[in-house]
């Protein structure tokens, strides 16, 4: 059957601190997934000169609701601190990204029959790269990224608001440009500690059976895959398809289709559409009965989900170590936010992995991983140096990063550590 729910009478914008209830339906019936201990903020790179400060470091819990089967993390960092003007993420390097984002910009198109001149708005915009998908298609445009990043898109002719998304921007957009037809929010739809002021917000500026489609990690997949790299101080919620239908269903949308798509070695796209009367796919239903059926609400699931982590761990940890003893060299390659929670949870630092080569275009060269202090250096070294191993730690996409590694030259071991340590072939 499909989710009914009431609506809350807790507030939807969590403060500062210690989350003591479900972040979605509000129940205090909340069991621990797992303690990955306290880590520093992932996206917080540091400079030399901070190396020598102290370092802030956070509580990095995963708790499940057994009301609707959220998944969250128990302690939300100050918005402005976690999304700091030198946020140094850009969609845009990317090329798996861009490409997935250009796709979506014409799925949605087709989905919702939008005409050219359609209004669009992204919320958590960044460079922009989505949004100028949609500019090739012939749509308006609006983003919202509090950032610095947003000069990149704003320097690119995207209209950009550099600001966090609330029911005041909403108002603001609103009175400039009128109602949207389309909301988007891609890879940032859990990282919102003002939930409500978002929904509120969405709500205020999508036009009457207007769309919101949002992609968020997708707890089945993450579950599944052993992802919990992908646990750290962005990501207060992991949604089910179910938590998120009870969500929507608060504010008067109704999800009228979702989909899991291949992003981040899984992600769900979910369209809710700004109506109480809209009908579902029927592949909602066909997705909550595979949620259901997977075990979503059972306390064995997560059971064995810490397992293991703790085994991955393990593997890990002794691969570093055993190069280590042998005297060979093993270092990383990519620099996403979560190889932060996997570096920081599994001991490993620069004593086993030296460096992480990064692209030579990522605004995170020449600064150094928070917590492990891994120096972040340009991934020509790897190239010129050839070392024994390298991890792949962006293993999300491992298939594309192999190729392009090899095609310049590397023959080093490569590793993947999630959902357990494998080492490719040649």
């Known amino acids: 059957m499909l989710v009914k729910w009431k609506m809350p009478t807790h507030n939807h914008d969590i403060p500062e601190g210690r989350i003591g209830s479900c972040q979605v339906c509000g129940s205090s019936d909340l069991e621990l997934v797992v303690d990955l201990g306290h880590q520093p903020l992932c996206d917080t790179l540091l400079t030399r000169e901070q190396l020598f400060a102290p370092e802030p470091t956070y509580p990095l819990n995963l708790w499940r609701c057994k009301e609707c089967t959220l998944t969250q993390i128990d302690y939300a960092v100050k918005s402005s601190h976690v999304y700091h003007p030198a946020y140094p993420y850009k969609s845009g390097v990317t090329r798996e990204v861009v490409v997935h984002l250009n796709e979506l ?62 029911e005041e921007a909403a108002q603001k957009i609103l009175e400039a440009q009128g109602p949207c037809d389309l909301m988007t929010a891609t890879n940032v739809f859990a ?75 899984g992600t769900i796209r979910v369209y809710a559409v700004k109506s109480k009367e809209a009908k579902a796919a029927p592949r909602i239903q066909a997705l909550l009965e595979r949620e259901e059926a997977f075990g979503i609400d059972r306390e064995e699931t997560y059971r064995l989900f810490r397992e293991r982590i703790e085994r991955s761990k393990l593997q890990l940890l002794g691969l570093a170590l055993r190069a280590k003893e042998e005297g060979l060299s093993f270092v990383g390659n990519s620099c996403p936010g979560r190889c932060s929670t996997l570096l920081n949870y599994t001991g490993i630092s620069k004593d086993l992995m030296p460096y992480i080569g990064e692209q030579p275009a990522s605004l995170k060269l020449n600064l150094f991983l928070p917590g492990k202090h891994i120096p972040i250096v340009n991934n020509q070294r790897l190239i010129d140096e050839q070392p024994d191993y390298v991890v792949l730690l962006a293993w999300h996409y491992a298939d594309a990063i192999r190729k392009e590694l090899r095609q310049r030259g590397l023959k080093s071991k490569l590793v993947i550590p999630l959902p357990e340590v494998v080492i490719l072939p040649d």
């Open 191 to 265: 990282h919102m500690s003002n939930l409500g002021e978002v929904m509120r917000g969405a709500k205020r500026l999508i036009k009457d059976d207007g769309c919101f489609i949002i992609e968020v990690h997708y707890l089945l997949n993450i579950l599944k895959n052993v992802q919990y790299d992908s646990i750290y101080h962005e990501h207060l919620r992991t949604y089910s398809l179910k938590s998120l239908m009870v969500l929507f269903e608060m504010y008067d949308f109704t999800v009228v289709d979702a989909e899991v798509t291949e992003r981040y070695s």
């Open 105 to 166: 910009s014409r799925e949605a198109i087709a989905f919702l029959g939008l005409e050219k001149g359609s209004f669009v708005v992204d919320v958590g915009s960044n460079d922009g790269t989505l949004l100028k998908a949609f500019q090739t298609r012939g749509m308006r445009v609006c983003g919202i990224e509090p950032t610095n990043i947003a000069r990149i898109a704003q320097a690119e002719g995207v209209e950009t608001l550099q600001e966090f998304f609330n």
